[in-house]
């Protein structure tokens, strides 16, 4: 059986291709953002909170049936559609399929030589939660 993350990965790489510009891959980035599950006030804790992003970022975490699921927010929109991009690549996903993965799929996105070097930095630091709570498991 294949690697639900790396097939993910491999849509979301197709889905992307489609875009001629980069105006268009944030029109779509963004289009994610706004089907985020809303975020529990009471999750806006200092320990769900990423470092290392320049937004405000939080990700709460739970296993359902061996099964990672991951919930965050940010109070900055492009942001919010790259949780929203992760999420579909991540969530509900065995943490040994998260482990079993790279993130070679953002380069082949281009988003690591087109966003900003804070948004850079605060994607990889999502990425870095994600991945290490799945090596919790």
Not at 36 to 54: A, I, M, S
Not at 66 to 85: C, E, N, P, R
């Amino acid at each position: 059986m294949e690697n639900q993350v790396i097939q993910r990965q491999h849509e979301i790489v197709e889905e992307l291709s489609f875009f001629d510009d980069w105006e268009d891959k944030y029109d779509y980035v963004i289009s994610l953002a706004k089907k985020l599950p809303q975020f529990p006030e009471d999750k806006k804790t200092t320990e769900n909170l990423v470092r290392g992003c320049q937004s405000q970022v939080w990700f709460d975490h739970e296993m359902n049936d061996g099964k990672s699921k991951f919930i965050a927010t940010s109070d900055a929109l492009i942001v919010s559609g790259l949780i929203g991009l992760l999420l579909r690549v991540y969530n509900d996903a065995a943490p040994a399929e998260i482990t079993a993965s790279n993130t070679d799929f953002i380069k082949e996105i281009g988003f690591g030589s087109n966003l900003s070097a804070t948004r850079a930095t605060g994607l990889k630091s999502m990425l870095d939660y994600i991945y290490a709570t799945a090596g919790k498991y």
